[in-house]
């Protein structure tokens, strides 16, 4: 990949077309380039594509994409009529430009990169292993937050030498979104520090639900590790009721808050 970063600038036209230009005076045609993304929105996700096609344009052919947080990941299922499966649009969107690879950070689901050509999925091992550093490993337990992760989470205890797993489950309205009937599959969890696991947090509520029901237990701690911090409605209600919650800026960077850790993605990640 080039070594460099390389220069570029972006605006809007007054019609609301967002446009780069990129400064290509540092790195050959012949280099390889990884185009990086953050997608808070579908105005960044335009930025990607219109450097791609400015590289493209200027003869550049060995390009590769890194995009932490892939948008619509959760879109991944039609749920009641009338929805677009839009996790599929965005990848044909990707697919059209034809990169070499495509890096992922812990896709929701398998569905991603099984629609995604030239799919290399980062995996969140590396960043629990970075969490798990601030806890006594003999008493940490992962929680699943619900059956979707339970596959995921099963898979990260093994490759982190057996750390035990403590089932969550939830009902969620797929009309409203409301959550209710939050469950803990464990009699106790005294003295344990629980540590809730998951790809993305956006509002938070799965999370708050989940870590009443856990207190009930009598753990030592309840914190939360998320790949992906959305953090729709702000930070605040989920620190006012975990310990800690761990984060990387896969999305954004964060402001500075009381019981909040942001790992930067770029020390996770080994391409």
């Known amino acids: 990949m080039a070594?460099?970063?390389i220069p570029f600038q972006t605006f809007v036209f007054s019609g609301g077309e967002p446009h780069i230009k990129l400064d290509l005076s540092g790195v050959a045609a012949h280099e390889p380039v990884l185009i990086t993304q953050r997608a808070q929105n579908a105005a960044d996700?335009?930025?990607?594509?219109?450097a791609t096609d400015a590289l493209r344009r200027a003869?550049?052919?060995q390009l590769s994409l890194l995009l932490p947080y892939f948008p619509a990941a959760r879109q991944d299922r039609l749920m009641v009529p009338g929805e677009p499966l839009s996790v599929h649009l965005y990848a044909d969107l990707i697919n059209a430009q034809q990169y070499e690879q495509v890096y992922v950070y812990d896709p929701h689901s398998d569905v991603t990169p099984a629609l995604?050509?030239?799919a290399q999925v980062i995996?969140?091992?590396?960043?629990?292993?970075q969490v798990l550093t601030r806890f006594d490993r003999e008493t940490v337990c992962l929680v699943a937050p619900d059956a979707g992760a339970l596959k995921k989470i099963h898979k990260l205890s093994t490759a982190l030498g057996g750390v035990p797993v403590v089932v969550g489950?939830?009902?969620r309205d797929v009309k409203t979104g409301a959550l209710t009937g939050f469950r803990v599959f464990a009699d106790s969890l005294q003295s344990r520090h629980c540590l809730i696991v998951d790809d993305i947090c956006d509002g938070g509520g799965t999370f708050v639900g989940l870590a009443a029901e856990l207190r009930t237990r009598q753990p030592a701690s309840v914190s939360l590790a998320v790949s992906h911090g959305i953090f729709s409605r702000g930070i605040a209600p989920l620190t006012n009721v975990l310990d800690h919650v761990y984060t990387t800026n896969s999305f954004s960077t964060l402001p500075p808050a009381d019981g909040l850790t942001q790992?930067?993605?770029t020390t996770l990640l080994t391409l």
Not at 45 to 50: K, S
Not at 123 to 129: G, L, S, V
């Open 3 to 5: 070594a460099e970063p």
């Open 45 to 50: 996700f335009m930025l990607l594509l219109l």
């Open 59 to 61: 003869g550049y052919r």
């Open 116 to 118: 995604l050509n030239g």
């Open 123 to 129: 995996t969140n091992q590396a960043f629990i292993e």
């Open 169 to 171: 489950d939830k009902e």
């Open 263 to 265: 790992i930067d993605l």
